[in-house]
């Protein structure tokens, strides 16, 4: 029982719990400023869960007990998945559970009950964004599967830390079928994470909305747990995407030197990472819906180049 | 050697001369001229090469089977210039096309044979290459020359499938660049081919497999091999007549030697391996294959040019099938068809030119009663017919008869096959040849202007080869014979 | 073959090769013409790239040449031309509609499969990377036929005939580390030729049948119909 190993996992998740929000208002905050305005404040949207956190909870007459219970599974499958992915160190304990495979079952889990607290009231706001993210997230599956078993192809190992400790070890090597999936991956997390292009998380028109739409019905303690599982969810993929394709400074052993170079990589690493998201977002126009299809088929294709190039540029028979 | 780059060069330079004329009549003249010499430089080449034997300098490489093929496309360049000389002039008339586009004619006409020689000659693989393309882009402007929307749609068709074909043709000559890397001395002698035909047995197996199945399938593009013959048809009929006869006469015979000259060297390369016949066993199915197809095709023909295009690719199927049985009599019998039916076809292409003039149309039901219009043409067109169909006393009954020889011997249950798509074209000609010529004519067709003598000269001599081989022929295909199957025929 | 084991240059070599598949399909489904000759240009640029980086690793100084004339016909003179005939068609807001554009893609990769397994017998130890280039650029040739079979307008089929010589290319320089100059000179020449034609071709077709949808230029069948 490595206590010390147990101890720093927690305090890698609370950390990373706690950050998502800050990240989330980084990227908001440039997106403002592109725009020529002045924005929000780097700690609003703590004040705004805070503010939510205090309200009362209103729920419509027709919900059932899956209403009550989907913001606290969201939230969950959130941490838990946040648990699995390394922030600042590799080799934790939890590595033993951080199975790729288990990641994409957290998610899918949380996906699966948020969208049915959608559909749980009625409205036809919530049952139309229920069905748009199924949408989506069916297509973006492949992608993601895709491109994550090119990874482990490379690593030999469905392991997270596996891979990144691999990655780490080999150095710089140009691999195309990484510089592929690094593509598909980033439309996938572009489409799950519910940016622009695929979904504008800023809007509540009917036309455009999907992440919205399924919240729509939540007031007080629930909508903060919701709006702060999709900040974690966000965090999640910019993490795993930085860590796997570019892995330097993450710490491979426990020592507070190597702990605090990992906390400063990460932390470079995600400001870069949320100013090229705001300026994507800013400078892309939202898809129309019918178009998403076409926007996952170029990431299971940009997916499947990777998975081919691996097999044919760099195993060979 | 000076025979040898005046042939090569001597219609560059008469391309280069009919830049600038713009006299119809004096291009004519001048096209008949440069001609003519070339086929005399040809000939004192051919002299050289028979007394003297294989001649290899300066990246070309002459031997007893190309000259063999030099002197016939000078031969026949000769001929069609001297017939399309009178001819374009009246097409200009009746066209009204200006001096200044017949200019394009006239230089690409001497273009297209300077790649053709230039193709012939090389020892290079990939100057063989960049010639065959040259000869493709020198008549693709040719073949629309008529600017009418079906000539374009042929000319289109035409540039982008042969220009595929030839792409992938590109990449086989890649692989035998690659395959000789790893065995020859000195890697930059990798495309010579007499360097490989040397050191043939060293290269890869694999590899030269590979490369054959793209080379056969981008050099059989041109040769009009089924599937990939779609082109013939539809260029060698829209095109002005005498393109016609020298596409069908003499495209497709250098094509076909491309194909034969590597297939030397991949037989040689496969000789110890585990399918030593791949080369052999796959020009003689898309060779049989095509020669079926057409035969079949030809009977639903209704347009007088692509009946006799559909006869050309039968023929040509038959050629390779020839070569691809690699016994050393079909081979001489294929040497001698391309002989014959280069003559042949384009003697009947000169015809058809005049019966369309007469007729004034292309379609095979209107054209009617050609021997009692003008006997000149009439006969011209059914001793073609005859001749190319396969009739003794002409020379393609003794080709075709040697062919059939070397199947009984090797292939015997393949004999009735061959028969069969035999009769199938013979009876698909003589059905329409039937009403075409002795048919009613129609009220007012008159005679024209017609210059029978180039047909004359192609059908005496198919006449005499059929009649008996000259010695001194028959010695030297019994040299290509040596040269491509490694055994003496005679 | 690890490619740890392979010097940084070779790794390039790989990464821009396989940058060039990625262009040769992003022809294959882009609707917009102009786009489609960006495209085009970019693909150009990267295997004239692949072929300065062979000629640095491999020693060949004459590739340079072989570089520097594929830049400025493929990547720069051929675009050039054809985004001037664009403009004198008319048709630089020309969209193509693609029919089905994702069986198309997923077409393309099963391609990109088969050509794999057509070089896979190519057994050269010492040259392992060079035989998957060779996969890379077969497959190249392969999709830009498919994207010729697919499309419907006259110029974007050409562009697709061009970026299949861009394969050919590829082949010649990664896998024998270029040809003959005399051959490439050759080459380039034919492929220049090729564009000049393609170009009058584009005129002659648009002023018979008032487009470039090579639908339309079906007059001629295998039956041989009577229109003379």
Redesign the interface.
Known sequence: MNLSGWLLALIQTTLFVAAAPLFAAWVKALKSRLQNRRGPSLLQPYRDLHKLFHKEVMVAHTASPVFRAAPYIVFSAAILAAMVVPLVAARLPTAAIADVIVLVGFLALGRFFLALAGMDVGTSFGGMGASREMTVSSLAEPATLMAIFTLTMTAHSTNLSTVIAHNLETGLILRPSFLFAFMGLTLVALAETGRIPVDNPATHLELTMIHEAMILEYSGRHLALMEWAAQIKLMLYAVLILNIFLPWGIAADFAPGSLLLGLFAITAKLVILGAALALAETGLAKMRLFRVPQFLNLAFLLALLGMLSQVILEVGA | MSALLLTVFLPLLGMLALIPVTNIAAAGWLNVAFSAATLGAAAALAFQILGAGTMTAH?FHVDAFNVYLVVLTTLVGLTTAVFSRPYMAHVAATRRIKGRRMRVYHTMYQGFLFTMLLALTTN?L??L??AV??AT?ST??LV?FY????A??????Y??LC??GI??A??GT??V??AA??VLVDP?Q??SWTTLHAQARHL?P??MS?AFIFLLVGYGTKVGLFPLH?WL??AHS?GPTPMSAVLSGLLLNVALYAVVRLKVVTDGALAAGERPELAGHLLMGFGLVTFLAAGL?LH????IK??FSYSSIEHMGLMTFAFGVGHPLATFGALLHMLVHSLTKSAIFVTVGHATHIAG???I?HIRGLIRTQPAVGWGLLLGVVAIAGFPPFGVFTSEFLLLSATMHDWPWLTPTLLVGLAVAFAGLFINLHTMVYGKAPEGQKPVKANMLPVAVHLLIVLWLGLSVPPFLARWLDQATLLITGSHLL | MNLAQLSLGEQGTLMLSALVLLTSFALLAQARLVACIHVFAWQGALVGLVTALVALTADTPHLYISAALTLALKALLIPWMLHRLVRRLNMHRHVETLMQPTVVLLFGAALVIFSYV??L????IELAA?RNI?AIS?AV?LVG?LM?VVRRQ?VT?VIG?MS??NG?FL??VA???G??L??EL??A??VL??AV??G??FF??SE??ESLN?DR????S???????
């Open positions: 990246g290079n990939g100057v290459w960049v393309e040259g882009l693709v402007l629309s600017r009418t929307p079906e374009i749609e042929a000319a289109w068709k540039f982008i220009g595929v792409a992938l590109l990449f890649v692989l660049y690659f890397q790893h930059e990798g495309l890869d694999t590899v590979i779609s048809p539809d829209e095709f639903r023909q209704r347009d692509r009946m149309t292309q379609s039901e | 057509v070089v017998p190519v057994e050269r060079t060779l077969l040739v036929l010729m006259a089929q005939f299949l010589e050919l082949a010649a896998a024998t580390r040809m003959p005399v051959v050759g080459v020449f034919d030729v090729a034609l393609f009058v071709f002659q077709i018979s049948i090579v230029l079906n007059r001629l295998e039956t041989g119909e009577d229109d003379s």
